[in-house]
């Protein structure tokens, strides 16, 4: 019997307009980039990378969606979610060369491109537009943490359900609310609570938050 496959013959080409919407690639950057991406299929609840071992590649999310955590002694947190049209990676296996601090989860059947990082760097010296693409994506993994520090560290708990949802709203549709409670740093039950809240109230609720003005 065929195994059922999620790569389809145009997948190839949603990586390279997922990569667009950080910069533009000429056609020479294009037919480069795609000879160094792999598109792979992982299926809900595969690890991509694990904590404590090194990952050297970045991940575009062609379909699908997971989460990062950081696993102690007592309990898994989750520290970053996403879904379709994110890249994302271990920064501390990019940028330090060490091993990674979270583990990567898939929450749904995906279909991820898989980028060598030091081929795209190999690559970023022979193409100024993948140079250019490979500074976006860093410059915005960094902004989206100093964002999402500051939401977890400044927001009260509603406030950091209003934004999250603002910035993502599709996620309250596709993760499991155990692991959006883990990321906004409360229980599932404190979830639960500001989610009824939010149904009696109307969609200016938290936006007088200084930080939320700015942020979102």
Known sequence: ??????????TMEQVIAICQQYTPLDD??????????????????????EQDQF????????KGSYRLFHKTTQKEHTTWLGYDDHIISSLHCLLFNTPAKESMH???????????YNELLSLGRQYAAIDKLNRTIMSIFIMEM???????????AADRYHYFTQKQPEALQRIPLTYL???LGITK???????????TRDNSFGLNNSYLRTAS
């Open 146 to 156: 100093q964002e999402n520090l500051f939401a977890t560290r400044f927001m009260e």
């Open 1 to 10: 019997m065929k195994k059922f496959t999620l790569i389809e013959p145009q």
């Open 55 to 62: 990952c050297g590649d970045l991940f575009v999310i062609v």
């Open 106 to 116: 898939i929450l749904e059947d995906s279909v991820i491109g898989v980028i060598p």
């Open 189 to 199: 039950e404190s979830l639960s609570r500001i989610r009824s809240g939010f149904r």
């Open 181 to 183: 409670a883990s990321f």
């Open 28 to 49: 020479a950057s294009q037919q480069a980039l795609k000879s160094i991406i792999t598109l792979k299929e992982y299926r809900k609840n595969d690890h991509v990378f």
